[in-house]
């Protein structure tokens, strides 16, 4: 079964630097799927960013980018300029590729405060 | 638009109240889901539907009841709840169902707070 690690159950970083919260994933499989979600106090999961292992390139969505390790199972992600509206908890979900795969394995989550 | 919506945002219920919560999507995606999410947890997988047809049931007790009446709409019969089902629950839906390729992100709606008495 896969299983995605979340190692910082809580970080904080001041407003305007630059935060990178870890996550780590384990399974046997070559294609996959992997996202960052963000849920903020108002409690709705937001999609921040996702990456498919198939490709090499670091995904990147504006101030949110990942750094994919996909032999060390390793997929950080990296938030540039951080705001007060970044402060959430961070999940990292892992999902297999392929019909019929439809379940999402969460982390446990690493709660982010951000500090003006 | 990617947006799920869900309704009520709050309910209060009695254990032997029959209630049901309601997810609504207009993005054409295939697959919609339920999940329970406790305080500070990730959210926990209870059902999926796709094309319409319960594909996956977590082994949910009987008293959730979901129900997929159309593409764009999922809902939760609860009845004889427990305390411990107090929690929020969330609705996501996503592009993909049988044969689906690519876009496998799911959407979540706010979710519905859940407090049972």
């Not at chain 2, 609504?24 to 406790?38: C, D, P, S, T, V």
């Not at chain 2, 979540?108 to 859940?114: A, N, S």
Request: with cysteine; aromatic share 12%.
């Amino acid at each position: 079964a896969q299983t995605v690690t979340q190692s910082q159950p809580e970080m904080s970083v001041q407003e305007a630097e630059t935060v990178t919260l870890s996550c780590t994933y384990d399974t046997s499989e070559s294609d996959y799927y992997l996202f960052w979600y963000k849920q903020p106090p108002s409690r709705q999961m937001i999609l921040v960013i996702r990456q498919e292992a198939y490709k090499q390139q670091n995904a990147t969505e504006n101030r949110f980018s990942v750094n994919f390790q996909k032999a060390a199972k390793s997929f950080s992600l990296k938030i540039s300029d951080s705001q007060l509206g970044d402060a959430a908890m961070y999940f990292c979900a892992y999902r297999d590729s392929g019909a019929g795969s439809y379940q999402l394995t969460f982390g446990k989550g690493t709660k982010l405060s951000v500090i003006p | 638009d990617t947006e799920v919506t869900q309704t009520p945002k709050h309910l209060v219920m009695g254990m032997t109240n029959k209630k049901s919560l309601k997810c609504e999507q207009h993005m054409g995606h295939r697959a919609m889901y339920w999940y329970k999410q406790k305080a500070k947890k990730p959210p926990e997988l209870m059902f999926v539907y796709s094309y319409e047809k319960l594909s996956i049931n977590e082994s949910v007790p009987s008293r959730f009841s979901p129900e997929c009446p159309n593409s764009s709409l999922l809902n939760l019969h609860l009845h004889a709840l427990q305390p411990e089902d107090s929690a929020l629950y969330l609705c996501a839906s996503s592009q993909d169902g049988f044969g689906g390729t690519g876009f496998y992100e799911q959407y979540f709606g706010p979710g519905t707070r859940l407090t049972v008495t």
